[in-house]
């Protein structure tokens, strides 16, 4: 005696029945019914998108020990669907044995730097590898993604530490720039102040003798009799005057003058012997 037995199958799926286990039919979306316990759902199949992540870790051509995660998106064929539920027993370790054989096959010829280069290639030869298997299995594989390289910590320092090397070392080589132009600024800079600081000393020294040589002449047509040289060295006497005055004259002033004459000089040490000695009997 036959039973009739309800069931519903929900949307983006499709249901296995068996009659006394052997494949029956396929069941849709909806409300469907068996006869049991000649008929049963032995299961169900998801037609939507599903992603499987798988951890392979391998090494470089470098020697370089790295991690990568790939991220396999496949669906079932609906026109498979047999196959898909009747020939593969685990379809996740089934993939995941083709990813592992595929990384482990294309990782060790590359170079840590060449690998991150080449994640669409690796990507690319991954769902190949993949589509041309599972597709016989009722699987269609629709992108393979390398979500993550992770290299050793002790290699990412390392990795670090170089770029941050070379940075320095732009950083230094920028600097020695700068420093250089400004020290090149400064030089041209000095060297125009002192060319217009001899301009000036040059125009002072004319202005100077253009004016003692006028004195020169209107002292000459005014005193009868005076030569050259005597009104020359009244000139420099007059100029002395003033200079001691202006230096006697600042507030801060700590120059002393000394005599080049000998008569000159003795009689200011004999000056500087007597006011120590009436300084010494006063006291």
């Keep these: ?20 286990g052997k494949f029956s039919r ?4 909806g409300l469907n019914c068996v006869l049991c316990p000649m008929e049963q759902l032995v299961g169900r199949m998801s037609f939507r998108v599903q992603q499987l992540d798988v951890r392979v870790e391998t090494k470089t051509l470098d ?9 396999v998106q496949y669906q079932i064929l609906r026109e498979k669907t047999y196959e898909a539920f009747y020939a593969l027993t685990n379809p996740a370790q089934q993939i995941t044995a083709h990813v592992f054989d595929v990384m482990r096959a294309q990782l060790p010829t590359l170079e840590l730097d060449a690998v ?18 599972m597709s016989n299995y009722g699987y269609q594989i629709l992108n ?36 250089k132009i400004l020290q090149v600024k400064s030089a041209e800079a000095e060297a125009e102040a002192k060319y217009l600081s001899g ?15 006028s004195s020169i002449v209107d002292f000459e047509g005014q005193v009868e009799g005076s030569s050259t040289k005597e009104i ?11 200079m001691v005055r202006d230096v006697g004259s600042a507030s801060h002033c700590r120059t002393t003058f000394v005599p080049t004459s000998k008569s000159m000089g003795d009689d200011m040490r004999s000056s500087l012997i007597q006011a120590h000695a009436a300084d010494a009997k006063t006291q």
């Design 1 to 20: 005696m036959c039973i009739p037995c309800c069931f519903t199958i929900s949307t983006a799926e499709v249901g296995v029945v068996e009659r006394w």
């Design 116 to 133: 991150f280069e080449a994640k669409e290639e690796l990507a690319l030869a991954v769902k190949n590898a993949l589509s041309e298997t």
């Design 144 to 179: 393979a993604l390398i979500t993550d390289l992770d290299p050793d910590q002790r290699v990412k320092n390392a990795m670090n530490e170089i770029n941050s090397s070379k940075r320095l070392k732009f950083a230094v080589a920028e600097r020695a720039e700068g420093d």
């Design 26 to 29: 396929l069941v849709q979306p």
């Design 63 to 71: 020697n370089v020990f790295l991690t990568a995660v790939v991220s």
């Design 199 to 213: 301009v000036g000393v040059a125009k002072q020294r004319k202005a100077i003798v253009d004016g003692l040589k």
């Design 232 to 242: 020359m060295s009244l000139l420099l006497l007059t100029q002395y005057f003033d």
